[in-house]
């Protein structure tokens, strides 16, 4: 059954803690994409990967981090220098890096720093 | 940068009534997809245009994307209370990432 998940679905942490958010994906896909979404703000680009070994900023990267040592894994990194953390991420593919190909996204992981 | 304004942000209307949400860009996009959240849930990708003028149906839904490639539209017909979620389209320059509107939440009520 192909298809991306995210995990958890839920995450508490507290201020000052680093947190990494995982995404995995088995559709073959070479794109990757982090999203975080604030109620009313739409879907913000956080960081995107078009190819292993690679990625590049996205609109609000500053205090976040991410890695692609493999083709099914973009981890997220959530660093303490976030200043607002608390959100919804989704992960999301696509086929090619290209925006002419369907994004497919993950459940989402709801991260609240207390 | 490239920027995708869509509105209304929030609609509310009686099942049967129809529904319209608007999308408009600051430059010229290379294509335009529109997706939907249920509440609580993730974006589904719903159809994808590419071509100026092009227009395309699913069942009760209508896409269109202007002649200047500028600015899109989503119309549903007589609603149902399974159309309930947020719409959001998202528009490329042939770059390498969407641009994402704000969405449009629809409320349907019976």
């Known amino acids: 059954d192909g298809g991306i998940t995210q995990s958890p679905k839920y995450l508490f942490r507290k201020e000052g803690q680093n947190v990494t958010l995982s995404c995995e994906q088995n559709l073959n896909h070479d794109a990757m994409y982090w999203y975080r979404q604030d109620p009313g703000q739409g879907l913000r680009l956080i960081y995107y990967s078009q190819i292993v070994n690679d990625f590049q900023k996205g609109d609000i990267a500053e205090g976040y981090s991410v890695s692609r040592e493999k083709k099914e894994s973009f981890p997220l990194t959530v660093t303490s220098a976030q200043k607002n953390p608390t959100a919804f991420y989704l992960c999301?593919?696509?086929?090619?890096?290209?925006?002419?190909?369907?994004?497919?996204f993950g459940p989402g992981t709801r991260l609240t720093v207390l | 940068g490239q920027q995708v304004m869509q509105i209304p942000q929030y609609q509310h209307v009686q099942e049967g009534e129809d529904f319209t949400t608007y999308c408009n860009s600051s430059?010229?996009?290379?294509?335009i997809q529109w997706y939907k959240q249920r509440p609580g849930g993730h974006p589904v990708f719903l159809i994808q245009?590419?071509?100026?003028?092009e227009v395309k149906k699913q069942k009760r839904l209508t896409f269109q994307f202007g002649e200047a490639k500028k600015n899109s539209s989503l119309h549903i017909t007589a609603t149902q209370t399974t159309d309930v979620g947020t719409y959001f389209c998202?528009?490329?320059?042939?770059?390498?990432?969407?641009?994402f509107g704000k969405g449009t939440s629809l409320l349907v009520t019976p």
């Open positions: 999301a593919s696509s086929n090619r890096g290209q925006g002419e190909y369907e994004q497919f």
């Open positions: 430059t010229t996009l290379s294509n």
């Open positions: 245009l590419v071509k100026s003028g």
């Open positions: 998202a528009g490329s320059n042939s770059g390498y990432a969407l641009n």
